[in-house]
């Protein structure tokens, strides 16, 4: 079953460094997401993104955080200057044309220290 | 602000029992609403979902009930089974919009 994949599963890095978060959704999708979960707490939408440009973009996606699709592949979230709240689990997540059904990859764990 | 609530933490229940899992919204413009399921060390892994057209949707043990005026909706799980021991997020979204908004999930515990 097609699947979306997060690398890496675990990223340590150091406040004020600049991290990249990989992902690789499922092959005939077009929409992409990043979500975020900080520890105990929600789900929190991020960003979404279809035909080369942000759709949606939530306030916790600020200058710090900016979104590629370099190829036909991968799909990257980059934090410019992590700070020591941006420590959580970040989910990459992808839907096909006209669905409305997210389908999430297993997360990268970002620890900030 | 909490646009998706779901007030139960936790739920226990006997293996062949009937799970019941809550979820309120307050946004009068969600229309779609989905849940997933979540293990440890995993991400959310859709479930079932719902549009605003039905108040109904089932999929084998798993039925989801939607009650517009009571901007509440419920997951029911029959019979339940140790393996569907997790984390339960309702999540919705607007149809103009691409976010989802989830509640923050409640844990089922199925024993045997």
């Known amino acids: 079953e097609p699947e979306v994949t997060q690398t890496p599963s675990h990223q340590v890095t150091q406040m004020g460094q600049e991290v990249i978060l990989r992902c690789v959704p499922i092959?005939?999708?077009?929409?992409f997401y990043w979500y975020r979960q900080i520890l105990g707490q929600k789900v929190e939408f991020l960003v979404s993104?279809?035909?080369?440009?942000?759709?949606?973009k939530s306030e916790i996606f600020d200058d710090q955080f900016s979104v590629e699709r370099p190829d036909g592949s991968n799909f990257t979230l980059k934090i410019r200057s992590t700070k020591l709240e941006d420590s959580a689990m970040y989910f990459c997540?992808?839907?096909?044309?006209?669905?409305?059904?997210?389908?999430f990859g297993a997360g990268t764990r970002l620890s900030v220290l | 602000d909490q646009q998706v609530k779901q007030n139960s933490p936790s739920l226990s229940v006997q293996e062949g029992r009937i799970s019941i899992l809550n979820c309120d919204y307050t946004?009068?413009?969600?229309?779609?609403f989905l849940w997933y399921k979540k293990y440890p060390a995993e991400g959310p892994t859709f479930l079932i979902s719902?549009?605003?057209?039905?108040d109904k949707n089932e999929d084998g043990r798993f039925t989801v009930f939607l009650n517009k005026s009571a901007k509440h909706l419920s997951l029911h799980i029959v019979p339940s089974q140790p393996g569907d021991s997790a984390v339960y997020f309702c999540?919705?979204?607007?149809?103009?919009?691409?976010?989802?908004?989830f509640g923050k999930g409640t844990t089922l515990s199925v024993s045997s």
């Open positions: 997540a992808s839907t096909g044309t006209g669905a409305d059904i997210q389908y």
């Open positions: 092959s005939n999708h077009l929409y």
């Open positions: 993104f279809y035909n080369n440009e942000i759709s949606e």
């Open positions: 946004n009068s413009m969600f229309d779609y």
């Open positions: 719902i549009s605003s057209i039905k």
């Open positions: 999540a919705s979204k607007n149809q103009a919009g691409t976010a989802l908004i």
